[in-house]
């Protein structure tokens, strides 16, 4: 049975940091991609950022670029997600999911749900302005 539990969420004022971390159990944490999602009241889910089995390939959102840093150890089976110059933009129900890919690299279809098979029931962040 495979468990994804976020954790991390908070209340924030604008401009400040929060580091997610997601702890899966019940797979093989080393061969899946591993993928941030948020999603506002009102608003599609979108994908945010993708890491591979060991940081073959890293994507980011354009809106998170330069002020996020997604990260993984294998060896705890957990994945980070480290955001900072937040704003009341990024308040959103975070996700964490997991998907298989047979290499290193996350698929050119990172940002989209299908591309993962297990998620997390999510961490919530509100930046307040």
């Known amino acids: 049975q495979v468990q994804v539990v976020e954790s991390g969420g908070a209340l924030v004022q604008a401009g400040g940091s929060l580091r997610l971390s997601c702890t899966i159990s019940?797979?093989?944490?080393?061969?899946?991609?591993m993928g941030w999602f948020r999603q506002a009241p009102g608003k599609e889910r979108e994908g945010v950022s993708c890491?591979?089995?060991?940081?073959?390939?890293?994507y980011y959102i354009d809106s998170v670029k330069g002020r996020s840093t997604i990260s993984r150890d294998n060896a705890k089976n957990t994945l980070y997600l480290q955001m900072s110059s937040l704003s009341p933009e990024d308040s959103a129900m975070y996700y964490c999911a997991a998907g298989f890919v047979p290499d290193n690299y996350c698929p050119g279809s990172w940002s989209g749900d299908t591309t993962y098979r297990y998620w997390g029931q999510g961490t919530q962040v509100t930046v307040s302005s």
């Open positions: 019940g797979l093989n944490f080393d061969r899946y991609a």
């Open positions: 890491i591979s089995w060991e940081y073959g390939t890293i």
